[in-house]
């Protein structure tokens, strides 16, 4: 069982930047899968980055490209992503989510494991 907690969010204007950490506690998760997604009002959670602990490959929605990098501190067995040139349609909830073995990254069904959410508001 792996347990995670999403904390960070807040309120920002546009241009500002923002990191999410999340912190995971349990099983070792140091090659699990973790994922960050996104859910604004109305709309379906969508991907926004991942990372494979065992290459340490990144991947990133074409959204967020070139504007969020996602990392990891194995120390403090923390998720962080880190994210800049923030716009008003980054508004949503930031949910974390971890996977034990790689699957499509880019899907929430491919995750075994969620956070609570936290909520980042970008202001134009």
């Known amino acids: 069982q792996v347990r995670l907690v999403e904390s960070g969010g807040g309120l920002v204007q546009a241009g500002g930047s923002l990191r999410l950490s999340c912190a995971a506690s349990?099983?070792?998760?140091?090659?699990?899968?973790m994922g960050w997604f996104r859910q604004a009002p109305g709309k379906e959670r969508e991907f926004v980055a991942a990372l494979w602990g065992t290459s340490g490959n990144t991947y990133y929605a074409d959204s967020v490209k070139g504007r969020f990098t996602i990392s990891r501190d194995n120390a403090a067995n923390t998720v962080y992503l880190q994210m800049n040139s923030l716009k008003p349609e980054d508004t949503a909830v930031y949910y974390c989510?971890?996977?034990?073995?790689?699957?499509?990254?880019?899907?929430?069904?491919?995750?075994?494991?969620w956070g609570q959410g936290t909520q980042v508001t970008v202001s134009s």
């Open positions: 989510a971890a996977a034990g073995v790689f699957r499509i990254y880019s899907e929430s069904t491919s995750y075994d494991y």
């Open positions: 349990g099983r070792t998760y140091r090659s699990y899968l």
